[in-house]
């Protein structure tokens, strides 16, 4: 039989462990190894350290009371009273640490050669892409990852950690199979629609307003309007990233929902996303309504063709389509149309989209730019990576070229905010500058990529 003062000394000894273990707990500023370029802002810094070290005074407090407790009034409870106490205790230290460990995983990728930087890059072009004069002036800060799997993600500001606290940074994860290349500004401009629609209660304004419209419709109608409304918050996302991408989101989501045919038409009841068949068709509707092009058809042709309707469609599946391309375009109407409270009466084309950001405006700046990269690093970031996906949608830029061009941007941006009051220039990018014929090489596809690298210093950074 185990008496309270023996189980008293070992409780207390397993307290005190988890003081040993919280003292070292350090900021992350004292030992991640990043260079001063791929670091996150200091807004962001500064908002998790603060959060954390909240987290562990407070839990240092709390083993302090218990350590208190333990010694005074403890000295009566029964061993199942104190284990049952240091119990919870332990559940709260674990869940500091798993906060502590959602940072951790942001942060030390950053050490990574090249990947540091181009995070920190797209941390900028998310806070860019997130802000919208005269709404969002002053986003939240942004972090962004990688992680294995098929799918971005984000972890909103204000959303709850582990801790049950509320998160003070966005965090977005980005699949590693998009870095770098054409999908990732689709990616991660989808994730800041989110967090976007939080800040302006976006999702929950549409939703009022598709609620009545379905509880009046009947049959196959009826069902498709509750599947609109079910699917609102991920349409958003899909519509912020065509606002602030044009064609680029819709291109580069059609390479992630681009799965194996019944994937592509699996319709689960409980998924807030579209399937992937209507999701891309939707994107196509949306774009048309907003920046009007034949684009737009044409994609939704090439979409058709990839994924016909074909006879392995079960009849539900049948008439749960029709039922949504019948009603598509007056839920894509009612959308562009719609005027949440946020925006002060202007409807979400009118407070949301840019005339810059539309096709023809898009291929002028690019042709404007003739390769020069000492102007398209001074573009705002979501604005060159618009015009970069427009060349590519339009066939006008390789992919080789695409590909390496927003690793030296991503870069560039990163170390503009990390050293801001010197210019800097990336080597590769004024090679280019020099290279009049480069344009035509690019035109005709990867077949010079080989002789471009040789005539580059790769990821080297110099003073302009």
């Known amino acids: 039989m185990v008496d309270t003062a023996v189980a008293a000394a070992h409780i207390e000894r397993e307290a005190r462990a988890l003081l040993a273990r919280l003292s070292r707990l350090t900021p992350f500023a004292l030992?991640?190894?990043?260079?001063?370029?791929?670091?996150?802002?200091?807004?962001?810094?500064?908002?998790?350290?603060?959060y954390l070290a909240r987290g562990r005074r407070e839990l240092r407090a709390r083993v302090g009371a218990f350590l208190s407790w333990l010694l005074g009034p403890g000295m009566r409870a029964s061993p199942p009273q104190l284990q049952r106490r240091f119990v919870f205790l332990r559940l709260r230290f674990n869940a500091v640490l798993s906060e502590f460990d959602v940072f951790a995983n942001v942060l030390t990728?950053?050490?990574?050669?090249?990947?540091?930087?181009?995070?920190?890059?797209?941390?900028?072009?998310?806070?860019?892409?997130?802000?919208?004069?005269?709404?969002?002036?002053d986003p939240p800060p942004v972090m962004c990852y990688l992680d294995r799997g098929h799918g971005a993600a984000i972890r909103r500001v204000r959303a709850r950690l582990p801790g049950g606290g509320e998160n003070p940074v966005a965090i977005v994860r980005i699949p590693r199979e998009r870095m770098v290349g054409a999908g990732v500004a689709s990616s991660l401009v989808h994730e800041v629609g989110h967090q976007a629609a939080a800040l302006l209660d976006l999702t929950n304004s549409i939703r009022r307003v598709l609620q009545p419209v379905a509880a009046a419709r009947s049959g196959?109608?009826?069902?498709?309007?509750?599947?609109?409304?079910?699917?609102?918050?991920?349409?958003?996302?899909?519509?912020?990233?065509?606002?602030?991408?044009?064609?680029?989101?819709?291109?580069?989501?059609?390479?992630?929902?681009?799965?194996?045919?019944?994937?592509?038409?699996?319709?689960?009841?409980?998924?807030?996303h579209p399937f992937p068949w209507i999701r891309s068709r939707l994107s196509c509707a949306m774009g048309a309504a907003i920046y009007p092009d034949p684009q737009w058809e044409q994609q939704a042709d090439l979409w058709s063709a990839?994924?016909?309707?074909?006879?392995d469609l079960t009849l539900q599946q049948r008439a749960v389509i029709a039922a949504?391309?019948?009603?598509?375009?007056?839920?894509?109407?009612?959308?562009?149309?719609?005027?949440?409270?946020?925006?002060?009466?202007?409807?979400?084309?009118?407070?949301?989209?840019?005339?810059?950001?539309?096709?023809?405006?898009l291929r002028r700046r690019y042709r404007g730019w003739r390769d020069r990269f000492v102007v398209i690093r001074d573009e705002p970031p979501s604005l060159a990576l618009a015009a970069l996906g427009q060349a590519r949608a339009d066939g006008v830029v390789a992919p080789e070229h695409e590909s390496r061009l927003i690793g030296d941007l991503l870069t560039y941006w990163a170390l503009r905010r990390a050293l801001p009051t010197t210019?800097?220039?990336?080597?590769?990018?004024?090679?280019?500058?020099?290279?009049?014929?480069?344009r035509d090489r690019q035109r005709r596809g990867g077949r010079h990529a080989e002789g471009q690298e040789r005539a580059t210093a790769a990821g080297t950074i110099a003073t302009a």
């Open 109 to 137: 990728q950053r050490s990574e050669h090249e990947t540091g930087p181009w995070l920190a890059g797209l941390d900028v072009a998310a806070s860019d892409a997130l802000t919208v004069p005269g709404y969002i002036v």
């Open 306 to 311: 990839f994924y016909p309707l074909g006879p």
């Open 220 to 272: 196959d109608e009826a069902l498709a309007w509750k599947l609109w409304t079910r699917w609102i918050s991920e349409i958003v996302a899909d519509f912020w990233a065509l606002a602030r991408l044009g064609v680029t989101a819709t291109s580069g989501l059609m390479a992630i929902v681009s799965l194996p045919r019944p994937f592509v038409f699996h319709m689960a009841g409980d998924d807030p």
């Open 423 to 438: 210019q800097f220039a990336v080597v590769r990018g004024a090679d280019r500058d020099g290279d009049p014929g480069l």
């Open 324 to 361: 949504l391309e019948r009603t598509m375009p007056e839920f894509v109407r009612r959308l562009v149309d719609h005027r949440p409270p946020a925006l002060n009466g202007r409807s979400l084309a009118d407070g949301i989209c840019s005339d810059e950001r539309s096709p023809e405006p």
């Open 31 to 50: 030992h991640e190894t990043m260079v001063p370029a791929a670091m996150p802002s200091i807004d962001a810094q500064r908002a998790f350290e603060e």
